[in-house]
C-alpha cells in the first residue's frame, strides 16, 4: 500500500469492553511498531514486530494488553476489559528492517472509553 | 536505557523567524529520526539522519554522532509549522524507537 494504515479512525466503547486495533503496514516491512500516545505526551512504546522473530512485548502495560500479526503483514492489537486509562491514540508504525530503516506511522487510531 | 532530550520543550515563533531544535541522546545510535506531529496528530517523516546534514526547503537537520546530538532548524517559519516536533532514536540495546518528548512550536501570523 502507499502508507501504514490504521483501523478504524475513531473508536468510542464501554468501560468492560474488548476492543481490536488495525494496522496494515507498507507493503514489504517486515518490521512493525505499536505505540500509545495519551493527550498531550509523548509516544509510549508498546509492542514490536520483526519478521518471524518473536514479537518485543516487553513495553505492554498489563496482560489486557495482546498483539499478533498474521502473515507477516497485518497487525492487531487487542485490550480486553478496557478501562478509562487505556483511553488514547493508538499509533502503528513499519520499517523495511526495523533497526537502521526509516520507519513510517499511520493517522492513529484513538479511542475514547466512556 | 537510553535517555533522548529535547529542548526547548515550548517555542513561540513570530511568523518568518528562525528556530533551533535540539535533541541529545545518553548513548551511542544507530538511527535518529525527526518527525512532526501536526495538529490532526499524524506523524510526519522529517528526515532520517544517523549522521552528517540534510536540507529539505526551509528545513535542515544535523546530527553529531559522536557528541550525542542532533539538531533541527526551522528558517522563516510559517503558520502550517505549527505542532510538536520529536526525534526518536534507534539503540542497540533495545528493538523499538525511543522518543524524546517534543518540542511544541506555536508559530503565529
Known amino acids: 500500500g502507499a502508507g501504514v494504515s490504521q483501523s478504524p479512525s475513531n473508536k468510542v466503547t464501554e468501560k468492560g469492553k474488548d476492543v481490536e486495533l488495525r494496522c496494515d503496514p507498507i507493503?514489504?516491512?517486515?518490521?512493525l511498531y505499536w505505540y500509545r500516545q495519551s493527550l498531550g505526551q509523548g509516544l509510549e512504546f508498546l509492542i514490536y514486530?520483526?519478521?518471524?522473530?518473536?514479537?518485543?512485548k516487553s513495553g505492554l502495560p498489563s496482560d489486557r494488553f495482546s498483539a499478533e500479526r498474521t502473515g507477516g503483514s497485518v497487525s492487531t492489537l487487542t485490550i480486553q476489559r478496557t478501562q478509562q486509562e487505556d483511553s488514547a491514540v493508538y499509533l502503528c508504525a513499519s520499517s523495511l528492517w526495523g533497526r537502521n530503516t526509516e520507519a513510517f506511522f499511520g493517522q492513529g487510531t484513538r479511542l475514547t472509553v466512556v | 536505557g537510553i535517555q533522548v532530550e529535547q529542548s526547548p520543550p515550548d517555542l513561540i515563533l513570530q511568523e518568518g523567524a528562525n528556530s533551533t531544535l535540539r535533541c541529545n541522546f545518553s548513548?551511542?545510535?544507530?538511527?535518529l529520526q525527526w518527525f512532526h506531529q501536526n495538529p490532526w496528530g499524524q506523524l510526519i517523516n522529517l528526515f532520517y539522519?544517523?549522521?552528517g546534514t540534510k536540507q529539505n526547503g526551509r528545513l535542515s537537520a544535523t546530527t553529531v554522532a559522536t557528541e550525542r546530538y542532533s539538531l533541527l532548524y526551522i528558517s522563516s517559519s510559517q503558520t502550517t509549522d505549527s505542532g510538536v516536533y520529536f526525534c526518536?532514536?534507534?539503540?542497540?540495546?533495545?528493538?523499538?524507537?525511543?522518543f524524546g518528548a517534543g518540542t511544541r512550536l506555536t508559530v503565529k501570523p
Open positions: 514486530f520483526q519478521g518471524n522473530s518473536a514479537p518485543d
Open positions: 507493503s514489504g516491512h517486515t518490521a
Open positions: 526518536a532514536v534507534d539503540h542497540y540495546n533495545n528493538n523499538d524507537m525511543r
Open positions: 539522519i544517523p549522521s
Open positions: 548513548d551511542s545510535v544507530n538511527n
